[in-house]
């Protein structure tokens, strides 16, 4: 991970907008994949760790109380970022999961659940609007795969 704690990206209009209507609605882009085998956990959190490097404000907090609202990078990591779930029980895990949000103020702004059972993963991302619209988040998703 690069070293980058407390290094301010400008918010923009639209993220302040996002953060002020945060109190209404759901500001959040919640996403499940479901696979036919197991994940490999290493591989994917060495993803994340390269896809938040390539993306900080994945791994920032965004911040209004020092002037100008900005984001601040926080050093999150994967390990901050992605959960294991094992049950026996994968769609009620997935039911809980995926109503999950990030926390704009403390970050990170995405949370990958793995949504284990014996034989098969689910996948359950959710990301802060606010970073990306869908088509973004699509792309995020795809750099991710690679």
């Known amino acids: ?43 994917l959190r060495c993803a994340v ?19 100008t609202p900005c984001w601040k990078d926080a050093g999150f990591a994967a390990k901050d970022i992605v959960f294991l779930r094992e049950t026996n029980h994968p769609e009620e895990e997935l039911q809980k999961v995926i109503v999950s949000k990030t926390d704009t103020v403390r970050g990170p702004q995405m949370l990958l659940y793995i949504v284990r059972t014996k ?6 991302v959710i990301i802060n609007h606010m970073l990306c619209d869908g088509a973004g988040f699509k792309e995020l998703l795809y750099l991710m795969s690679l």
Request: net charge negative; with cysteine.
């Open 1 to 43: 991970m690069l070293d980058t704690i407390n290094q301010k990206y400008k918010a923009e209009v639209w993220d302040i907008m996002q953060f002020l209507f945060s109190k209404f609605n759901d500001h959040q882009i919640h996403c499940v994949i479901r696979l036919d085998e197991k994940l490999n956990e290493n591989r």
């Open 49 to 67: 760790d390269l896809l938040i490097d390539a993306f900080p404000l994945i791994r920032s907090r965004f911040v209004e109380d020092e002037g």
């Open 119 to 124: 034989s098969a993963d689910s996948l359950c």
